[in-house]
């Protein structure tokens, strides 16, 4: 029996909220639920009070009535108010969750890939800025493929410390998080369950995602609009680091990141960039580099 | 004019039809009395028995489904080992592959929309109810009406022909949005079970297109004499709104498809950008096309296409609780403002399926406000359902309990769609099973449930043959019980955040919890599903051996019980004049507690009461009942 007043508290099975417009998103399901209850205990109640009392008796007569236009004015307004109630208080969460003029300025920015089967995060390095690719410079798409997903143009000095992750990604907390997403092939969509972000990722165009989450751990991330026969197990992990744990990973990656440059290219001891990273080499990042690319 | 005289007119017209066959007998041959025939009952009847076959695939596709989510990975019982294990089923496991469940589900929904709900809602009681409810012997343009029904099994038979195709069925959901169902990845001109999505489809849009057309001329020009526009049963404004949804909304529909057919079989780009990267190879020969333009296409009419699937079940829905309550219609009136206001609304609301699509978020503002506004109107049809019970006499017949739940089961479906109308909330449960459990409140717990009221309704006027009410309320009890068991917990599964369309949710670590959930449902399923062979063989039975019908068992007002117990082609024995509203019950100063459209008598309507002046004895060699 417990278990069934459980399923009829819907409320209570929601996956836990980390997310900071989260908790009105949940709120606002939570007054649309109750009201729903209320109008659904209102009219069943009255329906069933009805059949019991007017059920067929032999001696018994309908009641030869064809409505009355007061009656029928009254339950066209008092629902138009209401509704169109929870429609103009709907819209200053949608406004706030989706349009583009109300993104606020990034702490991290990250451009996102969707491909089936998976997921492409790429981060801007140590540099804090994208090299030339598809997302910056529609010209680049071009250059996309599978083994290049975001059409990265391997010239742009800007570019060579960006790294890309593959169905993992991680951010701060307490941060603003601005994801630019697309994805190669077909419809995607970006689902974040705990922190209430949903988006469909659309090949050739760029979505505007935002979120800030209040709460560390690791979560999941799934593709919410069906791609294929691998549509689920279209999986990826996200990490909420604290302020200092992000930092120290972006160090890790940022030196990762020298390493495999160091490899390929011969180092120009330029002078060191801003970062806090430790390791101060991040040598190749050109700063200074501003010729081109960004612009977009 | 008696039986015989319209028959020998009915006859000297097909042989004038027909002057190139010389029969010696003056009959139609078999095949066009039960095949290729032109009167509409028998069309109706053709529509009811191609829907209800296709219900019972549709429904095993269900269960395929529901399997696979309850025991992941465990092969289907005895049907498993059938299946071929090619990308059927993993090889020599009976277990179906993630691209076999993609395209049952994609299928599923297909086949229960367009080859089941809408054949049932608008072909079956359009062609069956319009002409007998406004007192004519056919449609206006019967050879239209053959052909509406006769495109129906070649595009069904094309539809599942994609088993035999290379890969399988369509896969891309019943939506089939682009740049997935373009099947970017196979060579063009390759035909796949996409490409006979398409062609299907495009037939099925033509046929409700000639239904449509043929419903909206029959009720322009076709009503007996002294009926007027607002004394017809709210049935037939219903359908006669739908047919104006279907003939304004399809064509939409045809040109999405023959855009996406292009972009499927000739690798057009259409709705395909540049630089796709598909599995298959660097697709760079497409050009600057936009995926969400079909998305706005398809739910043009796939949005109206929502309310052709419910408005004419709300129409009869009304006729059998005003028939069953004994009461006139509350706000007759009112009722028909509603369903043109539903309709009119439904055009303009089609995005809150795309809040989640990436268009423009000011379109997702203007969207939910007109969404939101729809439900206005249909609340307006509860309060006055509510209003018909009140102070009723209501018996509860096997018809009547499936309106009761056609009744209660959309307002769930209705106060559930107000979550996803609020496009904020919407983002959470867009794409989940929160979405899933709405529609099979709507199409399901709404339209299938007045569809069984409808068939419980006419079924005697259709075969002159009784429903058995016993076996008729077993049925209505098993399918209320294992529906609500089936859809409810859905809502449930939409709020943890269970996606769509998931092979196997078990891969996510927040929806491992859910799996007693998934068990529960799939069970309650099945039973659902089983318990729908009440229907199928009380049908049957009742065909053979029912209680012979009475030309009108229910005691009602509407002009097809006028008719004959089991009416031939032409319908009608006599002629029909309509006196007043379908909906006179309980008029005072009337012994009877009904008051039939066709019996002549004069009354005066005062303060919303109708009392009668003088009546005419029922004459009775028509046997009124």
């Excluded at chain 2, 990308?87 to 599923?108: A, D, K, N, R, Y």
């Excluded at chain 2, 630089?275 to 998305?295: E, I, K």
């Excluded at chain 2, 670590?509 to 009440?534: M, P, R, W, Y």
């Amino acid at each position: 029996m417990s278990d069934v007043l459980h399923i009829l508290d819907m409320l209570a099975w929601f996956p836990e909220n980390i997310s900071t417009y989260g908790a009105e998103l949940d709120w606002m399901f939570a007054v649309i639920y109750w009201l729903s209850v209320a109008i659904f205990v209102l009219t069943f109640g009255i329906m069933l009070w009805f059949l019991v009392k007017y059920r067929y008796r032999p001696d018994r007569r309908g009641y030869n009535y064809h409505g009355n236009n007061i009656v029928e004015i009254t339950w066209t307004i008092l629902p138009t108010i209401l509704f169109v109630g929870i429609g103009l208080w709907s819209d200053s969460m949608w406004e706030t969750t989706k349009y583009a003029k109300k993104v606020p300025v990034a702490d991290v920015e990250i451009v996102v890939m969707g491909k089936q089967f998976g997921w492409y995060f790429m981060y801007p390095g140590a540099d804090g800025k994208f090299g030339r690719n598809a997302y910056n410079d529609r010209t680049a798409r071009e250059m996309m493929s599978a083994t290049n997903p975001f059409g990265r143009d391997s010239v742009d000095p800007a570019g060579k410390d960006d790294f890309v992750m593959e169905n993992q990604f991680k951010f701060p907390v307490n941060a603003n998080v601005v994801v630019r997403g697309s994805t190669l092939d077909v419809l995607h969509s970006f689902f974040l369950p705990h922190a209430r972000v949903k988006q469909d990722v659309i090949p050739g165009t760029w979505m505007n995602i935002w979120f800030n989450c209040f709460k560390t751990g690791k979560f999941e991330l799934a593709c919410a609009e069906l791609c294929g026969g691998g549509h689920y197990a279209m999986r990826a992990e996200y990490e909420v680091l604290s302020r200092t744990g992000y930092d120290a990973w972006l160090d890790k990656k940022n030196a990762e990141m020298i390493v495999l440059n160091g490899q390929a290219t011969t180092a120009p001891a330029a002078d060191a960039p801003t970062s806090d990273t430790t390791s101060a080499a991040a040598t190749q990042t050109a700063a200074p580099s501003t010729s081109n690319a960004a612009k977009h | 004019m008696s039986t015989t005289s319209i028959e020998q007119h009915g006859h000297v017209e097909h042989a004038a039809h027909e002057n190139g066959h010389d029969h010696a007998h003056h009959e139609l041959p078999w095949f066009r009395k039960y095949v290729f025939s032109t009167d509409h009952k028998v069309i109706a009847k053709q529509f009811m028995i191609l829907a209800l076959t296709f219900l019972f695939v549709g429904g095993a596709f269900a269960l395929f489904i529901r399997w696979q989510l309850a025991y992941p990975g465990e092969p289907i019982p005895i049907i498993g080992s059938i299946l071929p294990s090619t990308w059927v089923t993993q090889p020599g496991s009976g277990v179906i592959t993630p691209e076999f469940f993609v395209q049952l589900l994609s299928m599923h929904g297909t086949i229960m929309i367009f080859f089941v709900i809408i054949p049932l809602a608008a072909g079956m009681f359009g062609n069956f109810c319009i002409p007998l409810m406004i007192g004519t012997d056919d449609m206006a343009l019967p050879r239209l009406n053959m052909w509406s029904f006769w495109l129906l099994p070649p595009a069904g038979l094309i539809m599942m022909s994609g088993f035999f195709t290379e890969t399988g069925y369509a896969a891309a959901g019943w939506t089939s949005y682009p740049p997935l169902s373009a099947n970017t990845s196979v060579p063009g001109m390759t035909i796949t079970g996409q490409t006979l999505w398409l062609i299907s489809l495009f037939l099925v849009g033509f046929s409700s297109i000639m239904g449509a057309v043929n419903y909206i001329s029959t009720i322009i020009n076709k009503r007996a004499k002294g009926m007027k526009m607002f004394d017809m049963p709210l049935t037939v404004w219903a359908l006669f709104i739908t047919a104006i949804m279907i003939t304004l909304g399809t064509p939409v529909l045809a040109s999405g498809l023959a855009m996406l057919f292009m972009d499927n079989f000739f690798h057009t780009s259409f709705f395909l950008p540049d630089n796709l990267v598909t599995q298959a190879r660097h697709a760079s020969q497409y050009g600057a096309g936009q995926p969400v333009l079909f998305q706005h296409v398809f739910w043009f009419y796939s949005h109206p296409a929502v309310y052709i699937m419910i408005l004419p079940l709300m129409g009869i829905v009304s006729d059998v609780m005003a028939t069953f309550a004994r009461k006139p219609i509350y706000g007759y009136k009112a009722m028909i403002f509603a369903i043109a206001a539903i309709a009119g609304l439904g055009f303009m609301v089609w995005g809150h399926h795309m809040f989640m699509s990436g268009m423009n978020p000011l379109l997702g503002t203007t969207f939910m406000l007109s969404t939101i506004v729809i439900a206005v109107p249909s609340s307006i049809k509860v309060f006055n359902w509510l209003g018909t019970l009140w102070r009723g006499n209501i018996r509860f017949t096997s018809a009547m309990l499936n309106a009761l739940a056609f009744v209660s089961m959309f307002i769930i479906g209705g106060l559930s769609g107000i979550f996803m109308a609020s496009a904020p909330v919407d983002i959470f449960i867009h794409d989940t099973y929160f979405i899933v459990a709405h529609i099979h409140y709507v199409l399901f717990g709404g339209s299938l449930f007045g569809i069984f009221a409808g068939i419980y309704y006419w079924f005697p006027k259709m075969y002159g043959k009784m429903l058995n009410e016993t076996w008729g309320r077993r049925h209505f009890f098993w399918t209320f019980l294992a529906f609500n068991f089936t859809f409810f917990p859905m809502h449930v599964l939409g709020v943890a955040g269970h996606m769509r369309r998931v092979y196997d949710p078990n891969i996510y670590d927040f929806l491992k919890h859910l799996q007693g959930i998934n068990e529960f449902i799939t069970i309650s399923a099945l039973v659902l599903g089983f318990s729908q062979l009440i229907l199928v063989g009380n049908i049957i039975w009742s065909m053979k051996w029912g209680k012979k019908a009475p030309r009108n068992p229910w005691r009602a007002n509407t002009l097809e019980w006028a008719a004959p117990a089991h009416p031939g082609h032409g319908n009608f024995d006599r002629d029909i004049i309509v006196y007043r509203g379908p909906y006179e019950f309980g008029v005072l100063g009337r012994e009877l507690d009904y008051w039939p459209q066709w019996e002549p008598g004069k009354s005066i309507s005062v303060h919303h009461h109708t009392i009668a002046l003088e009546e005419t004895p029922i004459k009775p060699e028509y046997g009124s009942h």
